[in-house]
């Protein structure tokens, strides 16, 4: 999978600086019967020291659980609370559906993690898992669901670019 290091993006919003995690790389795992899960050397050399022994994971967008610090956590709900609640139901649909699942997790001397059995069953997590750093989160994928999610031609991935592109510019 290659080295891998560790890596600080500073964002600058509107009004001010803030620091944000950027993790690297792919890291095959697995989780033992009890739902518990080791965290990489490598990756976890990655984690900012204020860290410490605390993550929070929820469910991603797609069928995968995502695992972030708890300041990146704070981050990801500060933005879902700029947005007005009393804008629209979908509003506050999307912002329960969002933060529903989302658990605190402490890593414990052995460096792992307990997954909650209600995240294992949504994102249909057994044994081999993939985990997969996605800028300030990373994602927890089973192996399979992860290679059908990459599985894409060339005019696809043109298409995403360009899509991609197009997003960013109206930033």
Not at 18 to 47: T, V, W, Y
Not at 55 to 60: F, I, M, Q, Y
Not at 106 to 122: N, S, V, W
Request: hydrophobic share 40%; net charge negative.
């Amino acid at each position: 999978m290659g080295n891998y290091g560790s890596l600080d993006i500073y964002l600058a919003d509107r009004k001010n600086q803030h620091r944000m995690s950027a993790f690297i790389g792919e890291f095959n795992c697995k989780l033992d019967e009890k739902g518990r899960l080791s965290i990489p050397s490598k990756l976890r050399a990655q984690f900012p020291e204020a860290v410490g022994n605390t993550l929070v994971v929820n469910r991603g967008f797609e069928k995968c659980l995502v695992l972030y610090t708890k300041e990146d956590w704070l981050d990801e709900t500060a933005k879902l609370n700029a947005v007005d609640d009393f804008m629209s139901p979908d509003i506050r649909r999307f912002k329960r559906i969002f933060t529903n699942g989302a658990n605190l997790v402490q890593i414990d001397g052995a460096q792992r993690i307990l997954i909650p059995k209600k995240l294992l069953e949504y994102a249909e997590l057994l044994g081999e898992v993939i985990l997969v750093a996605n800028g300030n989160k990373i994602e927890m994928w089973d192996q399979a669901t992860y290679e059908s999610e990459l599985k894409v031609d060339s005019a696809e991935m043109s298409q995403l670019a360009q899509l991609f592109h197009q997003q960013r510019n109206q930033g």
